[in-house]
């Protein structure tokens, strides 16, 4: 079994986190299942947040019972004083505690500090003495505002986008963690269902020692894979290697991640699937790439108002409506018979 420690919250867990968004969109018997098996699997650390509908209620259904064998961090986007309360008054009840082991700022645009007029450190601080929240985190999707944090020494640990697609920049986020004793938790690290070997993305996070993945699981066959990766963690191979290799030679680059900040679209184009299908179609199982309601989806990038409301949110900087013209044109092609 190989441990990781979170910084300085001493937090130490499997090396494989649960990552509770996909749980949202299974039924509450099949999400406790799900959460259920992966703590007897060898699971401790679960994250979930405010935001992610009712993941924090089958969390809590799940753990009710074992509650002090396991960590739970979850996540408020609030942005008030007094919406920060409410947040972690529902998330407290939600999840059947009255303690959460990691509160999270979840992705905020700038990073939260005593005295900058929003209230939202203070509270968090006074949340903490209060004995609510035992420690203080910060998710992110800028690198900016990852940094910042990582300067200010006022938090714990940092969630982050990262697998084996990362940049240098997304490296150096891991060692200053690292050098600031702050756990890096990562997000993403499937990167949202382009890379489609989990065994890769596992090794390649194997190698460095102070990052916890959280694993988003919503079926148990990938629940299953995870779970054998608790038992026997895998080793790097000359077929990994070269995977991951080629992977980041096709996928390096500017290319959507599916986060979803962009969203919504006053048209209602689904820009996390549409701005990256001509990966998807690729690279996951094209099929379901290619029903009518795809198609009918797909079509909707020819309604953009070239708004550029997607553009200013995105954190990657993409020039998301020109990748979505290139994606249907690809598309287009692919439905008139071309190669793919
Ligand atoms: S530019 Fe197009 S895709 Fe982007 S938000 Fe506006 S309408 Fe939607
Ligand atoms: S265009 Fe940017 S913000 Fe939108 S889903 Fe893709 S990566 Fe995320």
Sequence with gaps: MVEVTLGSTGITVNKNGFGALPIQRISDEDAVYLVRKAYEGGITFFDTARCYTDSEKKVGMALEGIRDKVFIATKTMADTVEDFWKDLGTSLENLRTDYIDLYQFHNPSFCPKPGDGTGLYEAILEAKAQGKVRHIGITNHRL???????DSGLYETLQFPFCYLATDKDLELVSRCKDANMGFIA???LSGGLINNSRAAYVYLAQFDNVLPIWGVQREKELDEFLSYVQNPPVMTKELEELIARDREQLQGEFCRGC?????CPVGIDICNSARMSLMIRRAPSQAQLTPEAQAQMKLIEQCLHCGQCKGKCPYGLDTPSLL??????????LDGKEY
């Design 187 to 189: 997000m993403k690290a």
């Design 144 to 150: 900016a505002v990852a940094n910042e944090a990582i």
């Design 325 to 334: 013209e290139k994606n249907l044109k690809d598309y287009l092609e692919i």
């Design 260 to 264: 979803g900040y962009c969203m919504p």
